[in-house]
């Protein structure tokens, strides 16, 4: 997209013209971060197998991934306008992955080519040790599958990946991710905490739905594992298309609501999926009458477009696990000036006020489907801002989901400790100070101060900060997401805040009819 005298233009909506149009944000500096986020849910393909290999473009505006972007965008204006690296400029190009590893290729493609050269090419050497490509670090990427893909592919250059959302325990394995890390614990550690609170609410029979790909069939198989030494026995395994581009998945998500129908004697589902596969699965299953206790996972727990479904309390309780968090009170500031906010080196800032001026007669409860369902093709190709109503602060301040904020924030700060370090001795305004593999070694090392608590990773190149426990409420006929306890990840136990929690937490079981629990795949 271009910007053309107070309207928004688009282009070509279907592909791209230039390398560049294909960044979705930047800003110069003297150390470029790179960023891969899945701000839409999938491509558009003109075809249900692609004739040419052209990068088209995307549909489903995801609200909470464009906040994770913007919460990089933040933690670095607050780095460069610190005394934690004087004197150095952060930058920073982010892409967007549309939830698919083919795309997010092409963005890594770019993070490999050579720093500086007049045209974007990446040399073929046998050792990279003092080759300088565009990016010192990447953030990212949102889904593990796509993660484990873009780390084979830096590894080859050892550029430390750090991503914010990444859960699949395969990740953790240093001989083949050795430049991942993450700022959010393995996987390993939910399916153990689903498993126990499974066993604590005395839940021994259930269903399996996940996503058929790679991180769907191996969580499968470690909460298969879980579930076993708790003996809790699987009735029954659903698979679904992990793309929504998949022609099929229709078919599949009904599929998976008969059988959850017709095993009746099935107390508990647990189904690994991603946030907007929950909204389509939620969606259908409120149209069936199906009323079940929900148990939900990291990634869509605090969901605030899922919480916000209309008629979304006739499902029943959702009770579910998300990331520790911070403060968001700067963050929220920043979303409150985001009107200042110079848009025209940040596609999705453009693209968002675009979709809010085109949505913007629907209400809050509303809007997350009305924006999801636009794609750049079906936008008013000209439409002129005339006002902040378009911006919608308050909602974006209501979307946010605090867990997933302060992980791309940590991982933003943990690199920027790790540059740091690089920069005692050393000029790195000169951007061919060190090499990507050495910035990663230095953040392996790395030790900092968030919120009161020593961060750091561990030797998988994990940062392991426990989760929260939240609990789904109707309050004055609105879904209320409210904070029930802690799952400590040492002592395998859950902690609670008062008496009242744990009781509600312990009579899990006797508050519905039935129960269905539910994890992602992220």
């Given at each position: ?6 309207s928004?233009?688009v282009?070509d909506?279907?592909s791209?013209?230039?390398p ?9 500096g003297d150390?470029?971060?790179g960023g891969?986020f899945a701000?839409h849910?999938?491509?558009l393909?003109?075809?249900?197998r692609?004739?040419?290999?052209v ?5 489903g505006?995801e609200v ?5 972007s913007?919460?990089?965008v933040h933690?670095?204006e607050?780095?460069n306008?610190?005394?934690l690296?004087?004197?150095i400029k952060l930058?920073?190009?982010i892409y ?7 795309r997010a ?17 990446v040399?073929l ?7 300088t490509?565009r990016?010192?670090?990447?953030i ?5 599958e796509v ?14 990946q ?11 394995d240093?001989?083949r991710f ?14 153990k ?5 499974i066993?604590k ?7 399996i ?11 499968v ?11 809790v026995?699987i009735a029954f ?5 992990a793309?929504?581009?998949d ?22 589902i647990?189904?690994?999926?991603r946030?907007?596969?929950v909204?389509?699965?939620?969606r ?11 148990i ?5 727990s605090a969901?605030?477009?899922i919480?916000t479904?209309?008629?979304?309390s ?9 990331f520790k968090?911070?403060?968001m ?10 009107h200042?906010?110079p848009?025209e ?9 675009l ?5 913007s007669h629907?209400k809050?409860?509303?809007l ?10 079906m936008?008013?190709?000209?439409h ?6 378009q911006?919608r ?8 989901e ?7 924030m940590l ?7 790790a540059?740091?370090?690089q ?6 305004k ?13 953040l392996?090392?790395i ?9 750091y990773f561990?030797?998988?190149?994990d940062i392991?900060?426990?989760y ?6 109707e ?5 209320v ?6 799952y400590d990840l040492?002592?395998?136990?859950f902690?609670f ?5 744990e ?20």
């Amino acid at each position: 997209m271009e910007l053309v005298k107070g309207s928004l233009l688009v282009k070509d909506s279907m592909s791209c013209w230039s390398p560049d149009d294909f960044v979705g944000a930047s800003s110069p500096g003297d150390i470029v971060i790179g960023g891969l986020f899945a701000i839409h849910g999938r491509m558009l393909h003109s075809e249900e197998r692609p004739l040419k290999p052209v990068i088209t473009n995307c549909s489903g505006f995801e609200v909470q991934v464009f906040l994770q972007s913007l919460a990089m965008v933040h933690a670095i204006e607050i780095i460069n306008n610190s005394t934690l690296l004087p004197g150095i400029k952060l930058g920073y190009e982010i892409y967007d992955t549309c939830a698919e590893v083919t795309r997010a290729m092409a963005a890594v493609l770019r993070f490999l080519a050579k720093f500086n050269a007049s045209r974007d090419v990446v040399e073929l050497r046998c050792n990279y040790s003092d080759y300088t490509p565009r990016v010192k670090a990447v953030i990212g990427a949102t889904y593990s599958e796509v993660s484990m893909s873009v780390a084979r592919i830096l590894n080859l250059q050892l550029i430390p990946q750090v991503s914010h959302a990444s859960t699949a325990e395969i990740l953790s394995d240093k001989v083949r991710f050795p430049s991942f890390l993450r700022t959010v614990p393995s996987d390993s550690y939910q399916t153990k905490a689903m498993a126990q609170l499974i066993h604590k609410s005395g839940w021994n029979w259930i269903g399996i739905i996940a996503t058929d790909d790679d991180f769907g069939r191996l969580a499968v198989e470690s909460f298969g594992m879980q579930a076993m030494a708790n003996n809790v026995c699987i009735a029954f395994k659903e698979m679904l298309p992990a793309y929504l581009s998949d022609s099929t998945i229709h078919g599949k998500i009904n599929q998976a609501l008969e059988t959850i129908v017709k095993e009746t004697r099935v107390n508990v589902i647990v189904v690994f999926l991603r946030q907007f596969h929950v909204m389509r699965l939620f969606r259908k299953a409120i149209e069936r009458n199906i009323n079940k206790t929900w148990i939900a996972s990291d990634n869509w727990s605090a969901g605030v477009k899922i919480s916000t479904i209309p008629n979304i309390s006739r499902l029943g309780k959702v009770v579910g696990f998300t990331f520790k968090s911070g403060n968001m009170s700067s963050f929220q500031n920043f979303l409150s000036n985001l009107h200042s906010t110079p848009i025209e080196n940040n596609m999705f800032l453009r693209e968002y006020t675009l979709l809010m001026s085109t949505c913007s007669h629907i209400k809050d409860q509303d809007l997350s489907k009305c924006i999801s369902n636009y794609s750049l093709d079906m936008l008013v190709l000209n439409h002129t801002i005339t006002s902040s109503q378009q911006w919608r602060e308050e909602f974006l301040i209501a979307n946010i989901e605090p867990g997933f904020i302060h992980s791309t924030m940590l991982a933003v700060h943990a690199i920027a400790y790790a540059i740091r370090n690089q920069c005692k001795d050393r000029n790195c305004k000169d951007p061919y100070a060190f090499a990507p593999w050495e910035l990663l070694e230095e953040l392996k090392e790395i030790k900092f101060t968030d919120n009161e608590r020593e961060v750091y990773f561990d030797s998988y190149g994990d940062i392991n900060t426990g989760y929260d426990v939240l609990v789904w409420k109707e309050i004055d006929g609105q879904m209320v997401i409210t904070n029930m306890g802690e799952y400590d990840l040492e002592q395998n136990d859950f902690i609670f805040a008062d008496e009242e929690d744990e009781i509600e937490f312990m009579n899990l079981k006797v508050s519905g009819r039935s129960y269905f629990t539910i994890l992602e795949v992220s």
